[in-house]
């Protein structure tokens, strides 16, 4: 009964980050993020290669990307701004006549920090406002959040849970216009203990590191566009 209470919760705030990033993005600040990276799931790996005769394997999950939606506020005495966000992410593996693929629906709250303006107050980052565009661009960003994560071995669904993960990462934010801004960003994101059931048929389970378990590492790169719906 716990496990699906804390399902349910979970489920919920999906939901109302959703609806609260969708509508808020209607009247003010929208934000269209687009990424591209790798994804590494090490015990994962460890298990699908003991099934693969001796030799170099690529390691799961390979390649994949990532969109997202997201509404922006900031603190009004403080660089400090936050970016609730609605993403959809998908990796694919074809190795050895098999298709590994893993998709998930979530949210992110990215906070960003931005160290050389901290104490501004300007609505950075604009080429109408005066200052140097560089020192107002740079942040720092450190993003929890929360996704639904479906796993597929072939056409087969493998197992779907809620997984809550954590990003940190840097960014620069370019203004091309007063309602228009540019931002490229880095970004690690670690994915906690995950689960992919099936993923280890076949294998002797009393070998350490069969499991159906294992965390991500995400390294993404990818471009933030954002866009003022207003210019008050």
Known sequence: MALEFIFDFMRNLLVAIAVVVINSSVSGQLGIRINYGFSEAPRWTKTRNML???????????????????????????????????????YQQNYANRRYTYHALGVNIHTQIYPLDFEGDCDCPTFSKQGNWLKKGIFLSLSPGIQYASKFLDDLNGDSDFVPLVGIGMGLDI?????????????YVYTFSDSWEGLDFGVDPSIEYSSNNSSLHQFIAGIRVGLRLTDD
């Open 52 to 90: 693969l005769p001796p030799g170099q394997h690529p390691k799961l999950l390979g390649e994949g990307y990532r969109i997202g939606i997201d509404h922006a506020f900031r603190l009004s005495q403080k660089r400090i701004e936050f970016y609730p966000e609605l993403f959809f992410s998908r």
């Open 175 to 187: 203004g091309v216009s007063d309602l228009l801004t540019i931002t490229p960003v880095v970004q």
